[in-house]
């Protein structure tokens, strides 16, 4: 893949530095920024000439062939300052671009590193809003700020010394108000940022409740929920339509405003500027120079305004700033992973809860060899997945996973990373070709895997093969597909423990037993630790581990069907059930 950042920015917290990152691009913006700008001062002149032409005309003291090469100046001095803007609008429009692109690789390559619980404790919808619409508005102010530098900054800065070269006494008259409407502007910030920063969290929260009402729609129509949860979702909205109201009002309400008073010099042109060219006033003009100081005000007034607008544009993206902040750090760089060869897991004691709950596994112990598979069972809701979690080290356990005598908790991410493989009940496959589902961007052969999960037969019939897209989350596979895929990508890296929470639970059973024996074939150097509510495949289990109340005992299959009455009732209500279960 193409690297896309070429230069990274150095310190990615700090606003400065994405400046800093754009110099060439910011060399050509202020060429041609200044250019413009600087020749906008052009237009009010030719158009003051052009009205002394005129009355020299009907007065007969100019011809018209002096009108039409004064006519064609005017093109041609329009047409440089114009190209000149086109150049800087392009080159700002960019900057933003590559501006936006550098924050949302920052802050997406930190969120990456960030553990499960970390980003379910910030919420999916207020991750969304900061990684989309606070980047947004972050680069949006960024353009802005930059654009009026040249547009706003050095534009009122050349139309003030015309204005001052013609009549200082008039035109600092009629300047006054321009500060005013700063004022206006600096007042308006903590109004502006207070209703901004409760807009992005009820964005947030509006975000989330999408994601909950799309995600769950067929769970909440199956059980009657869909009225209380269109109410919520109601609620949502109107907070939402409530709070960006409140945000954009003061924004949108207030440029007329700063316009209207920029413009009140106005009133003093007509009246101190009417005395010039009567030859009253305190400066000799014509109607040339009136022309021209009427134009040229006009402009720096429109200016005006938009300056004091901008102020409110950087208020907002302040706010949107301050919540992405703290992930707009220099990404920690990512661990090379350290392959581990097959060794003996330990597990002794081992205790786990989720944060606030109750213990969900109590002193539960087992060893399981390299090249066994053991199989994970017992009722709904006694453990089994929260067991398969623990592996994975997210949240502390008590007791003791050791894995060739080594405490699990105490490796590093990637030696562990080195270790572990899991498979969860979610295939998490990602909106892209089968093929890259498979592989994750390796040089291999994905067609093995793909044998090894009976899949190859199915992807050869699809149009496109190993390239045909999956959509997002595998929209577009079954729900077998999807845990076959899932398990084909498994295969891929292998890893000496592999975790896999009911791999087989969308599959028919001769599916299923054809899986299960590619399985054990290609992971025969390598612990399985194969959690599952089927037990069809248990007696060919090297070993089995039910869990009860948070404990577990383990046996050989037939060894615990004697001892454990709850196990073997449920593995003979099992084999009474279909023996050729459809794929889901």
Known sequence: MKNTERVPVRQPDRVLSYFENQRPVLAVVTVSGLIYNLGLVVGPWFEGQLAQYLLGILNGNETFAAMAALCAGYLIAIAVVQGSRFIKRLYVRKFANNINRSMKQVLYANLVRKDKVELEQAGTGTLMTKAISDVDACAEGMRKFTT????????LLAYAVMLLGYDWRLALLCLVFAPISYYIAEQM??????????NKESTGRLSAATLDRVSGALTYRVYGCEPQRDAAYEACLQDYERTAVKAGLPVAAMPPLYGVISTTGVLFIFTFGARNVAGTGWAAWDIAAFTTFLSCFGKLAVKSSHAAKLFNAVQKAQVSWGR?????RQPDPLPEEIPAK?????VNKLGFAYRGGAPVLQDVTFTAQPGRIFGITGAVACGKSTLGKAFLCELPYTGSIQYGGREMAGMTDAERCGVVGYLGHDPELLSDSIRNNILLGRDDDAWKYLRAVCLEDEVKAMPNGLDTRVGDGGVRLSGGQQQRLALARTLAH????LVLDDPFSALDRKTEEQVFDNLRKMTAGSTVLLISHRLYLFPQMDGVLWIQDGKAVCAAHEELIAQNPQYAALVNAQEGGEQDEPEK
Not at 148 to 155: M, Q, S
Not at 189 to 198: D, E, F, I, M, S
Not at 324 to 328: A, E, F, N
Not at 342 to 346: A, D, F, I, K, S
């Open 148 to 155: 009026e530098i040249f547009d706003t900054g050095i534009a």
């Open 189 to 198: 910030k903590t109004l502006v940022q207070r209703t901004g920063a409760a």
């Open 324 to 328: 992405i902040k703290p992930l707009m």
């Open 342 to 346: 097959p060794e003996t897991l330990t």
């Open 494 to 497: 292998p890893r000496p423990l």
